[in-house]
């Protein structure tokens, strides 16, 4: 059963499956960094009224499931969460790395309407990890 959510005018379940990747897809989320990126990602959406639904920091990638309100475009939603946290990691997490100016993503982004497969599309985010670990054992038969 869908969870319609309300604004004054509107009602709306608007998900999208969202992947964004660090700069040159360097594998650079791992051990205290990776959960603390999550607590970043989290507050960037709660700020702008943004439902971040599933997450889950991958090494190489972070996908995420969104329920982003009509009066934001996804374009939108993703530059903001993109552009503060890429501040925010610089900020907080990495004063002693220097990388190139604050950016620390990838220029694009893939993005996904959910659409009634939300269930599917929620496991998929939280199975992630398995599925690549699983995937890399029988790279190297």
């Not at 639904?53 to 993109?82: N, Q, R, W």
Request: glycine fraction near 8%; charge should be positive; charged fraction near 30%.
């Amino acid at each position: 059963m869908h969870q319609w959510q309300n604004l004054s005018h509107v009602r709306w379940d608007c998900k999208y499956h969202a992947v964004i990747v660090p700069k040159s897809r360097r594998k650079v989320f791992y051990g205290r960094l990776r959960r603390q990126i999550g607590g970043i990602l989290r507050e960037l959406c709660r700020q702008r009224g943004i439902d971040l639904v599933e997450g889950h920091a991958m090494p190489d990638h972070v996908p995420l499931c969104l329920s982003i309100p009509p009066k934001y475009s996804v374009a939108h939603a993703i530059g903001f969460l993109k552009g503060k946290s890429a501040v925010r990691i610089h900020r907080e997490l990495l004063q002693e790395r220097r990388m190139t100016g604050l950016h620390s993503w990838a220029a694009g982004y893939c993005v996904s309407t959910v659409g009634l497969d939300e269930a599917r599309v929620r496991q998929y985010i939280r199975e992630q990890e398995h599925l690549e670990r699983r995937q890399g054992e029988f790279d190297l038969e």
